[in-house]
């Protein structure tokens, strides 16, 4: 699918299978790139030449019309949205500015006006989860887990539902994995393992859980809600 001298993460398909998002990462410098897979060709989300400015990782609305993400510098920490056009896209909307030397990602809710992130307070601050209205411009912070280390930098937003999975270490170091519904605010823990491993993700009929396996890890794992019953979905080399 991509083909860059960097290394390429963070893929995000659009819901329509037409544009592929990604990152690629070269010489410490992240680039967000769009992929249109009818014919290949790519557009790159420019946001300043500078080697200091890194742009993505990205997410894309349910109806596939527009694109939100991260742009940050050594100065600076925003979260823009684009909206797709016929072959293009729009100039860029800045809808929040969050605190230098934070650089959570942002996704969607199936509501397109409210987006949830993870910011930090700054740099080496552990992470909390936020939700952002764009037609106010208020945000909340919405119930998580205790801040360990790193914080609750790890989400996923299920495919139909307005529930997040949180993945978060505890004081133990056991990976937590939680269930928020962003309604409702109400957190609950689905189950926890100790095991180096990260991070969580719904699968796409939202009724299981997705992981690697334990590091160094060469499967992806299908989990029951309750942390049983597993299997392996995919297995390397």
Partial sequence: ???????????????????????????????????????????????????????????????????????????????????????????PQLIHNCPVGSYGKIEFTHDVNKLIYAEAEGRNSPYSLFELHRQTGKKRRLAQPELVIGGNSQFDLHPTQNKLLISSPDKQQWEGFYELNVDTDQLKLLFK????????????????????????????????????????????N
């Fill in 193 to 236: 393992l100790d095991a180096y491993i990260c991070c969580g993700i719904w699968s796409q009929q939202g009724d299981r859980v997705i992981l690697m396996g334990e590091h160094p890890a060469n499967q992806l794992l299908s989990y029951d809600v309750s942390g049983n019953n597993h299997y392996a979905i995919y297995s390397g």
């Fill in 1 to 91: 699918l991509t083909r860059d001298a960097g290394a390429d993460v963070f893929p995000s398909l659009s819901p329509d299978g037409a544009l592929l998002s990604y990152v690629e990462m070269r010489d410490k410098q992240l680039t967000l790139k769009v992929k249109r897979m009818s014919d290949e060709s790519i557009t790159v989300f420019d946001h300043g030449e500078a080697k200091t400015t890194s742009v993505g990782p990205a997410d894309w609305s349910d109806d596939g019309t527009q694109i939100v993400y991260l742009v940050t510098t050594p100065e600076s920490c925003q979260y823009f949205i684009r909206t797709v056009q016929e072959k293009s896209f729009s100039e």
